[in-house]
């Protein structure tokens, strides 16, 4: 069984944490929405840039990349960045300012952004040509993707899973935020996909579905295993993770916080430290 060591563990959980603060201090700050997307993918991006991209935001050819399908969750990666040391505090600061480079969906422009996202569908196909590509090269560099579950209604991602089979890109690795909800209400309602890992399958893919706010059972799906096949991770979260009246509400999608739902959200976190 592949597992990370308990020091890499630690310091995945522990920059969980601080990614989950600095969501909320920097979309009060903005006045910015799109929290709960934000909160309900925070242990997947801890997982990935707590330990598991080789050499993220470098120039290095070999590097892991990382493509953010799901744009508008953003604000958790600019925070990831910024504990990683590719961001200092005053950018980190300007998130939605005017004349800054931290919108709400990731620019290229960005050390550690390889790929501008945010027009759902589209994400996954670009990770495909950057597989393909790095493979084209024989080079040893990783591909992961993260896509929202309401972002599997689009045609464009069931095209890409099946250039990704076809090709045997083992070396690509997908993880969707399973949160339950979109735009218009829960995704069952909405376009239900579900048994969402059983469809991956059948496109080739090896499927697993884990906690996705359980940082050692992501950890473990997501260290490739080199078997022909790419790899697809169903992370089941909730919108919202973290901050009890926004969880599993719908309206979080785009609300911004006012002064008091703010203090409210801190003071819940601080509660389970």
């Not at 700050?29 to 991006?45: D, R």
């Not at 090896?206 to 991770?233: F, S």
């Amino acid at each position: 069984m592949l597992r990370p060591d308990p020091a890499t563990l630690r310091r995945m959980n522990d920059l969980a944490g601080k990614i989950r603060r600095g969501v909320l201090e920097q979309s009060r700050a903005a006045n910015v929405g799109h929290i709960g997307s934000s909160l309900s993918v925070v242990e997947i991006i801890a997982t990935l840039w707590g330990g598991l991209l080789r050499h993220a935001g470098t120039e290095q050819p070999n590097r892991d990349r990382f493509v953010l399908c799901k744009g508008h969750a953003a604000l958790a990666l600019y925070v990831a960045m910024h504990h990683a040391g590719l961001m200092d505090e005053a950018t980190l600061g300007t998130y939605c300012a005017d004349g800054t480079h931290l919108g709400v969906h990731p620019e290229a422009c960005l050390a550690g952004i390889d790929v501008a996202t945010g027009s759902l569908g589209q994400g996954l196909s670009v990770a495909c040509g950057l597989a393909h590509g790095l493979r084209l090269r024989q080079s040893p560099a990783r591909v992961f993707a993260l896509l929202s579950d309401a972002e599997c209604n689009e045609g464009q991602v069931w095209e890409a899973a099946q250039f990704a089979a076809h090709h045997r890109l083992s070396h690509l690795t997908a993880i969707i935020d399973a949160n339950g909800s979109q735009a218009l209400g829960p995704t069952r309602d909405v376009l239900n996909l579900a048994p969402m890992a059983a469809r991956w399958e059948a496109f080739g893919w090896d499927a697993v579905e884990v906690d996705g706010h359980d940082t050692a059972q992501l950890a473990e799906a997501l260290i490739p295993r080199g078997i022909g096949k790419p790899r697809l991770v169903v992370a089941r979260t909730v919108l919202g993770k973290g901050v009890g009246y926004m969880e599993n509400q719908v309206a979080w999608h785009y609300l911004p916080m006012s002064a008091q739902q703010y203090e409210q959200a801190l003071n819940g976190l601080e509660a389970v430290a």
